[in-house]
T-cell receptor
């Protein structure tokens, strides 16, 4: 089983739609969670951290469910510029591994006019 | 503010040739540094990380090596490239306290022929 699993997509949605991505992680001791965005042929960039209570940043809402070990990202009112691959990221806890992040393979989003 | 540089941006090398990719960080001291590889259409694979000068942890046994000769300089090397070494090489840094966000450089796209 992969440490971080995501549906690869692509999710093809019209402008203005609401779209949700889910991600599951295997290590219940993980403490830090993030969503990154990666545009084609570019480096990943931090979109938002994910907090236990859930958090929102404009049109983006992230949720964490520790009991079920999944993380979600909701994008409202999708824009063409939201087209990208969204990476779910979880830290690798414990000892020497505490500095490492585990990246999911990403979910591709295509927003059409 | 912090900046991370990588060079070269693209590289085409013959099989069996040596490799040296450089990464430097500005605006921070004693960062954690990371090398990742991303094969076409795949997720990020952590290759090496470093928590200080001269300290290198290897994640995947292969024909690559890493060195950290200065606090904010991280070098990825190979003595003889393989076809399978082709990919997108990304350097990243974090503040070094563990469990926190990593920030990526622009990457080097390597094609081994």
């Amino acid at each position: 089983r992969k440490e971080v699993e995501q549906d690869p997509g692509p999710f093809n949605v019209p402008e203005g739609a609401t779209v949700a991505f889910n991600c599951t992680y295997s290590n219940s001791a993980s403490q830090s969670f993030f969503w990154y965005r990666q545009d084609c042929r570019k480096e990943p960039k931090l979109l938002m951290s994910v907090y236990s209570s859930g958090n929102e940043d404009g049109r983006f809402t992230a949720q964490l469910n520790r009991a079920s070990q999944y993380i979600s990202l909701l994008i409202r009112d999708s824009k063409l510029s939201d087209s990208a691959t969204y990476l779910c990221v979880v830290n690798s806890p414990g000892g020497d591994s505490s500095y490492k992040l585990i990246f999911g393979s990403g979910t591709r989003l295509l927003v059409r006019p | 503010s912090q900046t991370i540089h990588q060079w070269p941006a693209t590289l085409v090398q013959p099989v069996g040739s040596p490799l040296s990719l450089e990464c430097t960080v500005e605006g921070t001291s004693n960062p954690n540094l990371y090398w990742y590889r991303q094969a076409a259409g795949r997720g990020l694979q952590l290759l090496f990380y470093s928590v200080g000068i001269g300290q290198i942890s290897s994640e995947v046994p292969q024909n690559l090596s890493a060195s950290r000769p200065q606090d904010r300089q991280f070098i990825l090397s190979s003595k003889k490239l393989l076809l399978s070494d082709s990919g997108f090489y990304l350097c990243a840094w974090s503040t070094g306290t563990g469990q926190e966000t990593q920030y990526f450089g622009p990457g080097t796209r390597l094609l081994v022929l």
